[in-house]
């Protein structure tokens, strides 16, 4: 098994590589952005609760996405191994993904941290909420919302796992293949250790 974190702010490329990393490494992918968009689609009860937190541009609650990873995990016994992308996102996040992948005797190999100028995010989101149809995409204000909460809870997420020397920065900013196979590096580093 290999478990991967692609970590970083909002628009800083993690869904853009998680895509192109899964078909590489046949990791199972685990967005918690994309499955809660799918509970809001099937206007689920978890979706409508959701959906007022992510068009604030604020994080939902802790138990809502630990249910869900525990429920992904659950239902792929047979994966090579996972990609989290948006999660975790707090600490207590962090300390729930850690016990439930240590129930399965498994643990987190690295966390790979995209970093990307602030501007250059908020550029990013406004240039994609002109065509992707999220809320959370279309202003500014929403936009720098998710960035301000990415300070103040996520980047928290980095430190825990710093103390277990699993944190890696990537240069987030670039062509998108440069920043694919900077990442591809460290992953094969640590496959073939
Ligand atoms: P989520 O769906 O996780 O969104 P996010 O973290 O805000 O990330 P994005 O999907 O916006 O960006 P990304 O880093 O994936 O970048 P992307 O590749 O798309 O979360 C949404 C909301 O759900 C949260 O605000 C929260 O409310 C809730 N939520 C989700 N998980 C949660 C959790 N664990 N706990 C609590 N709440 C949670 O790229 C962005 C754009 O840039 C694209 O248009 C792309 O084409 C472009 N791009 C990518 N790479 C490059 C490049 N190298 N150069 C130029 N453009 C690029």
Not at 137 to 144: A, G, K, M, S, Y
Request: a negative charge; proline letters at 3%.
């Amino acid at each position: 098994m290999f478990n991967l974190i692609l970590f970083g702010p909002p628009g800083s490329g993690k869904g853009t590589q998680s895509e192109r990393l899964i078909a590489q490494y046949g990791l199972k992918h685990l967005s918690t952005g994309d499955l809660l968009r799918s509970e809001i689609a099937h206007q689920t009860q978890l979706g409508l609760e959701a959906k007022a937190f992510m068009d604030r541009g604020e994080l939902v609650p802790d138990e809502v996405v630990i249910g869900m990873i525990r429920s992904a995990l659950d239902a792929n016994p047979q994966a090579k191994g996972f990609l989290f992308d948006g999660f975790p996102r707090t600490q207590a996040q962090s300390e729930a993904l850690d016990a439930l992948l240590a129930q399965r005797n498994e643990a987190i190999n690295v966390v790979l941290a995209l970093e990307v100028s602030e501007e250059e995010l908020v550029k990013r989101l406004l240039n994609r909420g002109l065509t992707s149809g999220r809320s959370d995409d279309t202003n500014e204000e929403v936009i720098r919302a998710r960035i301000v909460e990415y300070h103040k809870k996520t980047s928290a997420v980095a430190d825990h796992y710093r103390k277990f020397d699993k944190v890696v920065m990537i240069k987030g900013e670039g062509s998108i293949d440069d920043i694919f196979n900077a990442l591809c590096a460290e992953i094969n580093k640590r496959q073939a250790a």
